[in-house]
């Protein structure tokens, strides 16, 4: 019964590109295929577009423009509110996929279309409240009017980890402000948003208004659509070394970019704070995704004194973690997404274990199908340790220690990426300073998790530029234009 709804469910995502208004097939029918990392085993074909694909994608997006643009703002809060509801409806649906073709356990792939879906609510509210503004010059001479319009055709390219979120992420401010799109999802991860444009479909999105190419060779059609005059804007999630790459690319069109790249976030916890909440926090900031979350929890960076009893029970919730298929519900740690992921993992842990940090439970890939990597934790990591500096994207928890809040910080914020940091501190005062004193975007402070639909998304120094969510995220998608008017 269950293999009967994975089969049905995979056969009803579309395998072709979606190109204004039209499921169509890739340039000379080539294909590629997608597999679940928990086995190994191919669950679908779908279109592998050529430049000249992307290239008719950027055309419906641009022939779109002008009239998206003069979509009166509630008919487009309309068709996303309509697209949230229709999500709501397909939630396990939507959720199964995203465990089959990325691996993440079932309630988490809930979860996440629990979060995806809220930008969609979010930005459905935000599309009729698009304001400007207007004044008298300081010299009374003239009426200044500030108003806002939407930047125009808007390119996206997303990451494997979280397939629903990242899109809607996008989609939905770009469609609020006003902005057609070209997306390009993972080549590891297509299916997802091949099923979510066709919600958006059914809740009467006008054709060419967003158009899917999902391709095997992300460099070569994503170039020519970024050096294209028509794109106005780039909004990428991914790895920094790509997000540098690509801005690169932008910078000859001299497009609005928005960047959410890689992190290092320091999970940093005082001598004062609540073990019990820091040990749920850990948990949480470092094994949700498997660890493979640009927020994820990367330095555990916990004063002495503590050090060793937060040691102590993180391990002991590691060591009893259910690793397995993410389809079970019982399960806590799915896959990686592939072999490379799982030789990076191991070798991490091999460096800092060679430079003197203690193996307390895990440590290896595990034997059998599928790509996975068992639930780790290591302390006493010295400095100058490769997974202090790198971005894990494991089930990796590498403690480090500090003596005072002065070199607390100097750890934080010793990284060129500045996403997120996790404090636990009962110290009202010295969570505040930590607010002041990290190098971030965004920090929990005794918590584990930060994301919210409705909360600025996005790093500071290589993390990226720009923010996702919240009242920012849908200036990413409008451009100011001031009018002067003279006073007759
Ligand atoms: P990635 O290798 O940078 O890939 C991200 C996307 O870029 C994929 O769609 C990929 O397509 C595409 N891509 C790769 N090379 C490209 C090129 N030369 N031109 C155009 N597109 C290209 O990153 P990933 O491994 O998928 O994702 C993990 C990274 O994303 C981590 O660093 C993580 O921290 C970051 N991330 C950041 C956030 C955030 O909000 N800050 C959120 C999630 C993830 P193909 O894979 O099909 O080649």
């Not at 019964?1 to 039209?22: D, F, N």
């Not at 002495?304 to 973690?321: I, Y």
């Amino acid at each position: 019964m269950t293999a009967e709804r994975e089969k049905t469910l995979l056969e009803s995502v579309p395998a072709a590109l979606y190109i204004g208004g039209e499921w169509v097939a890739a340039e000379g029918g080539r294909t590629l295929t997608v597999s679940d990392p928990s086995t190994g085993a191919v669950i679908r074909t779908i279109a592998d577009a050529s430049p000249a694909d992307g290239m008719r994608a950027l055309d419906a997006a641009a022939e779109a423009q002008a009239g998206w643009a003069a979509t009166p703002p509630r008919v487009r809060s309309d068709i996303l509110r309509r697209a949230f509801d229709l999500l709501q409806e397909r939630k396990e649906d939507a959720a199964l996929l995203m465990t089959l073709e990325m691996g993440k356990p079932i309630a988490e792939s809930r979860g996440e279309v629990g979060y995806g879906g809220e930008f969609l609510r979010w930005f459905s509210e935000e599309a009729v409240r698009i304001s400007g503004r207007y004044g008298l010059n300081p010299e009374g001479t003239g009426r200044m009017v500030v108003t806002q319009r939407p930047v125009g055709p808007s390119f996206f390219i997303t990451p494997w980890n979280f397939p629903l979120a990242m899109a809607t992420r996008k989609i939905a401010p770009a469609l609020a402000a006003g902005c057609t799109v070209v997306i390009k999802p993972a080549e590891l991860t297509p299916l997802t948003t091949l099923f979510f444009v066709k919600i958006l479909e059914e809740a009467g999105l006008p054709a060419g208004v967003v158009n899917v190419i999902t391709t095997s060779t992300s460099g070569a059609v994503s170039a020519p659509i970024i050096a294209d005059p028509r794109l106005r804007k780039l909004s990428f999630t991914g790895s920094t070394p790509v997000g540098r790459k690509l801005i690169a690319q932008a910078a000859e069109g001299v497009l609005r970019v928005s960047m959410e790249l890689g992190g290092n976030a320091p999970f940093v916890v005082f001598d004062d704070a609540d073990l019990d909440k820091a040990v749920e926090g850990a948990i949480q900031a470092k094994f949700r995704n498997i660890g493979q979350a640009c927020t994820a929890a990367n330095r555990f960076i916990v004063h002495e004194s503590v050090a060793d009893e937060f040691g102590r029970r993180v391990t002991e919730r590691v060591t009893a973690m259910h690793v397995g298929r993410g389809t079970e519900d019982s399960v806590q740690i799915g896959p990686l997404i592939d072999e490379k992921a799982v030789a990076k993992a191991a070798e991490l842990v091999q460096d800092a274990v060679e430079r003197g940090a203690t193996l307390r439970t895990g440590g290896s890939a595990i034997d059998g199908d599928g790509t996975f990597f068992a639930p780790t934790v290591i302390s006493d990591v010295q400095a100058g340790s490769d997974i202090l500096r790198e971005e894990i994207f494991g089930p990796v928890l590498a403690i480090a220690t500090f003596a005072d809040e002065d070199e607390a910080v100097r750890l934080a914020n010793d990284t060129e990426y500045g996403l997120v940091s996790y404090v636990f501190t009962q110290d009202l005062a010295r969570g505040h300073r930590m607010i002041d004193r990290l190098d971030t975007g965004m920090m929990g402070l005794n918590v584990g998790v930060v994301s919210n639909a409705a909360a600025p998304f996005g790093g500071v120094k290589q993390s990226g530029i720009g923010r996702e969510g919240g009242l920012e995220g849908i200036h990413e998608y409008l451009s100011t234009k001031y009018t002067l008017i003279p006073v007759d």
